[in-house]
């Protein structure tokens, strides 16, 4: 079972930038594509942004709420997914988890990172 640690969240100014980063312990390739997800007090955890994993260049997907602000991106060699956040808003405000399917369907998650975006 391959672990995922969810690191650099923080506190960030509204049009501030944040990077989190996803460290595996295990090689992401033969993982699947890792997904980024969010949970807002109160609110139920969503899709943020996901990315392969296989050789190549790796296709990404976003929310619509993060599209255009949000970077994912991998690193095979470190198995490390990262997410760039750029154009912070208060509604970013969330802690923020990575997993593959395998472990969300296992209901199987890290900590995750908290991450606090101020108006």
């Known amino acids: 079972q391959v672990q995922f640690v969810e690191s650099g969240g923080g506190l960030a100014q509204a049009g501030g930038s944040l990077r989190l980063s996803c460290a595996a312990s295990?090689?992401?390739?033969?993982?699947?594509?890792i997904t980024w997800y969010r949970q807002a007090p109160g609110k139920q955890r969503e899709f943020v942004a996901s990315i392969t994993t296989s050789s190549g260049s790796g296709g990404t997907q976003y929310a619509d709420a993060v599209k255009g602000r949000f970077t994912v991106s991998r690193d095979n060699a470190k198995n490390i997914v990262y997410l760039q956040m750029d154009d912070l808003k208060p509604e970013d405000t969330a802690i923020y988890y990575c997993?593959?399917?395998?472990?969300?369907?296992?209901?199987?998650w890290g900590q995750g990172t908290q991450v606090t975006v101020s108006s």
């Open positions: 295990g090689e992401i390739r033969r993982t699947g594509a």
């Open positions: 997993n593959p399917i395998g472990n969300v369907l296992q209901n199987i």
